[in-house]
Structure formats: structure tokens, C-alpha cells
């Protein structure tokens, strides 16, 4: 079990990344990197325990039409690294995927919110990072000019 | 101009709020050092050489007085007394403590004032014309657009941490007075077929590896603004370089990809964008259009109304002919204050006549200002019958040099005095430049001429773009000079080419002195630098700089 913050609350999740060379795809609830994943379609049919994780320079649109995923994690190789942010946006706003985008790499507190106003929805935090702070940190400011996920219209079209 | 309602101040307020509790954390050390650093560069913090550095926003260089008065305490308080006017129409402080920034920045969004996203790599202020609104030769007023502009791109999710800091620049008039060739995203306002609309550039930046902006839409209906802006952000965010800081900027990007090939991945995700929830209403438009209306002016004044009391005065009839542009309105004209007096550090202000400029302001002017990207301050409303008893209050503070884009009017970065990130210093080198041309008469006669000075690589003084550029470089731990000439920031942009090996600082004015002369030897009649230089070429320059 891996502890993440996920709906405004700590939680465990059974669904762990795992990468490298020696992956036993039998194991149930693992994040995959997106390359196997890919690479082992045909050995996953059916499965409804995968999760998938992409790194900052891959592109989510690989995975248009594959999303009966449970969990896409979506890495930070640093926290200034801002792509991530992007691919959030596009698996939902473009690929539609509904099920749950978790933050994982260097995940710290003050960029929460912008990664929940992208779509993400689970955070894995970086080592050392106090889970009970970063929840205080989900929610500074109270509304916001862009369309997020949350909130459809922009400010223009609300005031 | 645009007036904050309680979503913009609570924003405001929200983020001083955040900013507070993290520099707490950081003095506590609960937030380390690299992390903070990310955090306080976003609300404009920078760590100097001598002290912290505050640069705080003034969105396309509007400013009220009462704004200006609360900077003007702002730097009494917290600061040294005086303030520093940036090319990007911002507003810097050279001593503020950083415990005491949370503080300032609550001063600030009293007066709807704020320091957000003025540094990192994230969408700074948006630029756009001094004159805008004002002017006679516009198209469109920018600073709708600015604004709208701003608001979008203030605390944007997914554009806080892009491989570079991101400009943006917009002007309405074909005279190019913002300078939107040479930023990562230019819009130029066209009107075609009676609907407004903007011709879209990208790629354009200074820095180490200067180039002019490419057009990447030729027309955009104009509703369609913010969600053409994003999809040419989330192209960069996503393909942008980060492996290297000198390769990140977007103009990286679009040379790789070639100008063509990047228009066609913009429209691409565009396609998903457009008309969507993001397209702008014409009540939004109308809504940020009515925030510029502008102020009551006297429609009983022309422009053959006398001037009060300017009979005969030359030094007025100097100033007047150097630093004043026309109006659209009859009666008005746009008045200049050029912030370069010699022996003062280009673009500095002090408290005392920052106030005197708020009260100028309050009596001439509607009670508004603006920052210029050339580092001067515009009262773009003044009734022309009262030019002269505005000059006369500017003359008692010090504020009514003459000298608007002539060779004098320097733009300069604060270089080695008080930036970490100069290889060399610039202020001392603006100055011996104004104490060599110290002949009104003369530099009138030399026409525009522009010389702009940075301390290093970043280019924040626009050397590239300069007539005549001036960068600091270090040579083996010395500080040297590098000129390159033919560089222009108007319509027609073009990057300086290099004239030749590096000088010593004592020797910068004496070469400039140089170029001038083979500018006024070669000159033809009606010729401004510019064009001199386009006619005969780099050589002749060479050739008396560097003599066999």
C-alpha cells in the first residue's frame, strides 16, 4: 500500500508504481510505465487492476482509446517541471479519462492546487513532504480567472 | 483604466495571504532554500548582489496616482527612497528586506497593486504601447487586450513552470511603440473588413541568442485571443527545452521546429480550443473595452489653442518639440518625462518625485500615468494649452530633461551595481555617454538615436536592439565591452551586428563619439541613423573604430 492524499484526505492506495526491468506483469495494481504497458496490450486484455505512469517527456495521447485504466500517475522529475500539468489537462479535457491522475516524483505542497485545478486528483508527495500541511495547501485562493477542472466557465463568464 | 472588482482583489489578497505563510516557512526553515527560491521569484523576489530585490507589477505600465503615491511610501518605508523603472514598465525596488515583502505587497494590494509573476519561468507582465489609447496613428486601444491578457494569465495552472520565463507584447498602432518582434509572443491589432483582429507572432526574444518574431497567424478574430494564446503556451510547455536555461526560450523552439511546422502544431490544438468555454464575449470585450474609456476630455479645446504663458521660452520650445507626441484628441497631447537626467541612473525615481509626478498626473493628466518600455514616464492626456505650466513643475523637480529618443535617452539595465547576474556594470557607463553628448542643440540635430546598454547575456537593457548595443562582458574577471550596431526596436526590428573586439570602459564614450561621426559624415538629408546605417553597412563603422 502506497500513501497518498487523494479527496481531500490521506489515504492508502493498493496501486503502486513500479519501473525497471524486471516487472512481473502477473502482480495486480501496478502502475506500469507507459512503454510496457504499450509494448504488453495483448497480455493485459481483460485486466481491470493497471494503472500506467508517464514520464514528463511523454505524450499522454498514446494512450487516446486505451483509457479503461484505473489509475494514470503522471511524474514530476522535478517540481519546476511544469509538462505534467499539460498531459493532466489533456487526458481530461481532450482524452476524456475519468478515472483517477495521480501526482507522483518530486510532488510537494505549493503546487497542489494548480495540479488539482488541472486534473489531478491523487499525490503521491515527495519524501519529507508533511502530508497534513500540504492538505491545508489544496486550497488557497477561491476562485480563479481560467477554466479548470471544477469549473467549466471561466471567471468572464461568471461575473 | 481597469479597476479591480472584489474577484481580482480577493485573488490579490488570497496571494499575499500565500506569500506570507511561505516566506514564514522559509524563515522557520521548514521550506528549503531552491524550493523558496522557485516561490518568491514568481512574486517578483530576486536575491541580489547587495540586498533582496522587489520588481512589482504595473500591467502595461498603467499606474494611477494614487498607485504611484503608495510606491512612492513604499520605498520611504521599506527602501532607500527611490525607485527603478524597468523595460518591462515595471516598477523595482533595490533594498527591501525579505522579511518584510509580505508587508509591502499587502501595501500594494491596497491600491490594487500586486508582484505576481513579475519573475520565473512563467507568463510576466504583459507589455503593450505607452501611448495606447492616446495615440493618433491606432488601429485599436491594447490595453483591453493587455488586460484581458493579464487576467488569463495570472495564476494560470498549467503555465506556472514552462522551460523559460514567457513576454508577451501588445500594440495597436503600425508605429511599433511595445516592441512585439522581439518577445516570445507579439500581437500586432489589424482591422480588416471593419472587424478587429490581431496578427499573431511567436518566437521573438533578445537574451543570448537574439531573433525577431515570426508571424504565426496572419488574421485572429478577435474573440479568439486567449484560446489561440493557449494552445501556442501548451505547444511550448509540452516541446519546449528544458535541458538547457540558454535553449528554453520559445524561439528555441520555433527555429527547431521551423516557424511553419510550429503554426501547424499550434492550429492543431488549437482545434480543440476553439469556440470552446475560453473564446471571449462580446460583454467580456465590451466590459474590459469600457475600463479604458476615456476620461472627459474638453471637447471644446483644438489644437491651435495657444499655450499658456510659452511665449518665446526656447528650453520649453526644445522640450516641447523633443518630448511631446500628438493626440488623437484635438486639444491633447501626450507628454513625455524623460527619466535621464545625466549623473542619474536611467529609469530611477526618487520618492519625492514620484509624487511630484502623481500630483502632475492628478492636475494635467486625469490623474494617470504610464511606464514606457524605454524606461521614461507618459502623461498621455494633457490639454496642450497647459504644456507649458506642466514643464515648468518638471523643471523644478528635475524632471524636464529634453532628451526623448535622442542619443541621451538610454535604456539601461541596472547591471553590476546591483544585479548577481551582470558580468559587468551599465549605469556608469550610461552616464560617461551623457557626459560626452552634453550639446542639446547637437543631439537634436543627430535625430532618434538609440543606445541601449545591458550588463550581460540576459539582455534586459535590449542592447540587440539598440542603433548602437552596448553588453558587458567579463574577461578574465574584467569588465569589458562589446558594441554592435544597427539594431532597431521600431516597426522594421532588426538585431545589432557586432562591430568588433571588446573595450574597455573608459573607452565606450569615445567610440560611440566615432559612429556618431561617420553617421554625420555619411548622413543624407532626412536621414535618421537607422537608415544611414542601412545604406552604407557595417564598414565605414569598422573602419574608424578600428583604424588599420
Known amino acids: 500500500m502506497v500513501t497518498i492524499i487523494k479527496n481531500d484526505a490521506i489515504d492508502e492506495s493498493p496501486f503502486e508504481v513500479v519501473c525497471g526491468d524486471a516487472i512481473d506483469l502477473a502482480e495486480s495494481n501496478q502502475i506500469l510505465p507507459m512503454a510496457t504497458y504499450l509494448e504488453s496490450l495483448e497480455q493485459l486484455r481483460g485486466r481491470n487492476d493497471i494503472g500506467v505512469w508517464v514520464d514528463a517527456d511523454e505524450e499522454v495521447e498514446a494512450l487516446a482509446g486505451l483509457l479503461d485504466l484505473q489509475v494514470i500517475a503522471l511524474n514530476f522529475p522535478a517540481f519546476n517541471d511544469g509538462r505534467a500539468y499539460s498531459s493532466a489537462n489533456l487526458l481530461r479535457r481532450k482524452l476524456g479519462f475519468e478515472g483517477e491522475i495521480r501526482a507522483i516524483g518530486d510532488v510537494r505542497r505549493d503546487q497542489l492546487e494548480q495540479m488539482v485545478r488541472c486534473g489531478f486528483d491523487a499525490f503521491e508527495m515527495a519524501d519529507g513532504q508533511d502530508l497534513d500541511a500540504a492538505l491545508a495547501s489544496l486550497k488557497v485562493f477561491s476562485d480563479t480567472y481560467q477554466i479548470a477542472i471544477g469549473t467549466p466557465q471561466p471567471l468572464f463568464r461568471r461575473r | ?548
Open chain 2, 1 to 548: 483604466m481597469y479597476k479591480y472588482d472584489a474577484y481580482d482583489q480577493t485573488m490579490v489578497d488570497e496571494r499575499v495571504a500565500q506569500y506570507r505563510d511561505q516566506t514564514e516557512r522559509f524563515l522557520a526553515g521548514d521550506l528549503p532554500a531552491d524550493e523558496f527560491m522557485q516561490l518568491r521569484l514568481r512574486n517578483g523576489l530576486y536575491v541580489q548582489r547587495l540586498a533582496p530585490m522587489l520588481r512589482i507589477a504595473v500591467p502595461y505600465g498603467m499606474l494611477s496616482s494614487d498607485q504611484l503615491r503608495k510606491v512612492a511610501h513604499i520605498t520611504r518605508q521599506y527602501d532607500k527612497g527611490y525607485g527603478h523603472f524597468t523595460t518591462r514598465q515595471n516598477i523595482q525596488l533595490n533594498w527591501p528586506l525579505l522579511e518584510e515583502v509580505p508587508d509591502i505587497l499587502a501595501e500594494l494590494a491596497t491600491v490594487q497593486m500586486h508582484a505576481i509573476q513579475t519573475s520565473g519561468n512563467c507568463i510576466r507582465n504583459v507589455t503593450a504601447d505607452q501611448y495606447a489609447g492616446a495615440a493618433r496613428d491606432e488601429v485599436d486601444d491594447g490595453r483591453p487586450w493587455a488586460e484581458l491578457l493579464r487576467q488569463w494569465s495570472t495564476f494560470h495552472p498549467e503555465f506556472n513552470w514552462l522551460p523559460r520565463k514567457f513576454k508577451i507584447a501588445v500594440s495597436g498602432a503600425p508605429k511599433d511603440r511595445a516592441a512585439v518582434q522581439v518577445h516570445d509572443i507579439g500581437i500586432r491589432i489589424l482591422e480588416r473588413n471593419g472587424e478587429v483582429g490581431f496578427e499573431v507572432l511567436a518566437g521573438g526574444g533578445l537574451g543570448r541568442t537574439p531573433v525577431i518574431g515570426s508571424v504565426i497567424r496572419e488574421f485572429l478574430p478577435k474573440q479568439h485571443l486567449l484560446t489561440y494564446v493557449e494552445a501556442i503556451l501548451r505547444v511550448y510547455n509540452r516541446y519546449g527545452r528544458r535541458d538547457n536555461k540558454y535553449k528554453a526560450r520559445i524561439k528555441i523552439l520555433v527555429r527547431a521546429m521551423t516557424p511553419k511546422v510550429f503554426a501547424e502544431k499550434v492550429e492543431q490544438e488549437w482545434a480543440g480550443l476553439k469556440d470552446g468555454p475560453g473564446t471571449l464575449t462580446e460583454a467580456e470585450i465590451n466590459r474590459a473595452r469600457a475600463a479604458f474609456e476615456t476620461p472627459d476630455y474638453d471637447r471644446a479645446l483644438r489644437d491651435d489653442d495657444p499655450i499658456n504663458g510659452a511665449e518665446g521660452d526656447k528650453a520649453f520650445l526644445v522640450w516641447m518639440r523633443n518630448n511631446v507626441a500628438e493626440h488623437k484628441v484635438p486639444g491633447y497631447a501626450i507628454a513625455n518625462i524623460a527619466l535621464k537626467a545625466t549623473g542619474v541612473a536611467p529609469g530611477d525615481v526618487t520618492d519625492e518625485q514620484m509624487e511630484v509626478i502623481a500630483d502632475l498626473a492628478d492636475r494635467f493628466s486625469f490623474g494617470e500615468l504610464r511606464v514606457t518600455h524605454i524606461q521614461n514616464v507618459t502623461l498621455a492626456d494633457v490639454p496642450r494649452k497647459d504644456l507649458f505650466s506642466l514643464w515648468q513643475e518638471l523643471v523644478a523637480a528635475e524632471l524636464a530633461a529634453p532628451n526623448l529618443d535622442l542619443l541621451t535617452d538610454l535604456i539601461c539595465c541596472p547591471g553590476g551595481d546591483f544585479c548577481s547576474l551582470a558580468n559587468a556594470k551599465s549605469i556608469p557607463v550610461a552616464e560617461a555617454i551623457q557626459r560626452e553628448f552634453d550639446d542639446m542643440d547637437y543631439l537634436h540635430d543627430l535625430g532618434e538615436f538609440h543606445i541601449n546598454i545591458s550588463g550581460c547575456m540576459n539582455a534586459c537593457g535590449h542592447h540587440h536592439v539598440g542603433n548602437v548595443g552596448i553588453l558587458g562582458v567579463d574577461k578574465k574577471g574584467e569588465e569589458w565591452y562589446q558594441i554592435s550596431i544597427g539594431g532597431s526596436a521600431d516597426a522594421n526590428a532588426a538585431i545589432g551586428k557586432i562591430l568588433g573586439p571588446s573595450f574597455a570602459r573608459a573607452d565606450v564614450p569615445d567610440v560611440v563619439r566615432k559612429i556618431v561621426d561617420v553617421f554625420v559624415g555619411h548622413r543624407a538629408d532626412g536621414e535618421e541613423f537607422i537608415d544611414t546605417y542601412n545604406r552604407i553597412g557595417i564598414q565605414p563603422f569598422k573602419d574608424a573604430v578600428y583604424p588599420e
